[in-house]
């Protein structure tokens, strides 16, 4: 038994980006701020580095001060959204990280 709580188990025992990748969408915005350390040795040990980048651009997009609209700044929000999309095609399986 870990120490792991079951959904982050889930990104542990990922066997592939695909799947990390379906993960890091799907899972509760909440559990990412509260465990980013874990989730991110777990990305940085399984060399997925699309997955870091937009689990960066996700931390920084909950973290950013936000404007009188309640939005964060623009050019967090585009990161946000350039990252997620790179995201959303590996969990597709439409891109395989290192692919030539």
Same mark, same amino acid.
């Given at each position: 038994?870990?120490?792991?709580?079951?959904?982050?188990?889930?990104? +542990?025992?990922?066997?592939?980006?695909?799947?990390?990748?379906?993960? #890091?969408?799907?899972?509760?915005?909440?559990?990412?701020?509260?465990?980013?350390?874990?989730?991110?040795? #777990?990305?940085?040990? +399984?060399?997925?580095?699309?997955? #870091?980048?937009?689990?960066?651009?996700?931390?920084?997009?909950?973290? +950013?001060?936000? $404007?009188?609209?309640?939005?964060?700044?623009?050019?967090?929000?585009?990161?946000?959204?350039?990252?997620?999309?790179?995201?959303?095609?590996?969990?597709? $399986? $439409?891109?395989?990280? $290192?692919?030539?």
């Amino acid at each position: 038994m870990t120490s792991m709580l079951p959904i982050i188990e889930e990104l +542990a025992d990922a066997l592939d980006d695909k799947a990390r990748a379906r993960w #890091l969408l799907e899972v509760p915005l909440a559990v990412i701020i509260r465990d980013q350390v874990t989730i991110h040795r #777990l990305l940085s040990a +399984a060399g997925f580095h699309e997955g #870091l980048a937009y689990f960066a651009a996700e931390v920084a997009a909950l973290s +950013a001060t936000r $404007g009188r609209d309640g939005l964060a700044p623009n050019t967090i929000r585009m990161s946000r959204e350039y990252a997620r999309i790179g995201i959303q095609i590996i969990a597709r $399986g $439409g891109a395989e990280e $290192g692919a030539a």
